[in-house]
C-alpha cells in the first residue's frame, strides 16, 4: 500500500520560512515524479514545485520562483521543500504527490497523479 505523509506545516509570519516533508512508502520512490501542490480556499489546486525521479529536472510555478527549493533523498524516500520568505498568500494545504509520468506531474492542477498525501496546512499571517 503507497502512503505519502507529509510533515511540517504550521503558522508563520510573513517573511518567514518553513520546510516541508513527504515521506513515501509502499512503492519505488527512485522511480516516480513528485510533486508539490497547494490549494488555497476558493482556488484550484496548482503545482508549486516539480521533480523527476532522479532529480535531475525541476520546476517551479512562477509565483515561488526563488523562494521555493525542492529536494529529495531516495535512499530516505522523502522528498522536501524549503519555503522562504513566505507571504499570505502562501496560506494553502499543501499535498505531495507522486507519478511515474513527469508530464503528469509537472502539468497544472496535477489531474491524473496517481498517489497523493492528505496535505499540511501552511498559514501566513501578515
Known amino acids: 500500500q503507497v502512503q505519502l505523509v507529509e510533515s511540517g506545516g504550521g503558522l508563520v509570519q510573513s517573511g518567514g520560512s518553513l520546510r516541508l516533508s513527504c515521506a513515501a512508502s509502499?512503492?519505488?520512490?527512485?522511480?516516480?515524479?513528485m510533486g508539490w501542490f497547494r490549494q488555497a480556499p476558493g482556488k484550484e489546486r496548482e503545482v508549486v514545485a516539480a521533480m523527476s525521479g532522479s532529480g535531475s529536472l525541476t520546476r517551479y510555478a512562477d509565483s515561488v520562483k526563488g523562494r521555493v527549493t525542492a529536494s529529495r533523498d531516495n535512499a530516505k524516500k522523502t522528498m522536501y521543500q524549503q519555503m522562504n520568505s513566505l507571504k499570505p498568500e502562501d496560506t494553502a494545504v499543501y499535498y505531495c504527490?507522486?507519478?511515474?509520468?513527469?508530464?503528469?506531474?509537472?502539468?497544472?492542477?496535477?489531474?491524473?497523479?496517481?498517489?497523493w498525501g492528505k496535505g499540511t496546512l501552511v498559514t501566513v499571517s501578515s
Open positions: 504527490a507522486g507519478d511515474r509520468g513527469w508530464g503528469t506531474v509537472v502539468t497544472g492542477s496535477g489531474d491524473g497523479v496517481t498517489y
Open positions: 509502499g512503492l519505488t520512490f527512485s522511480l516516480y515524479a
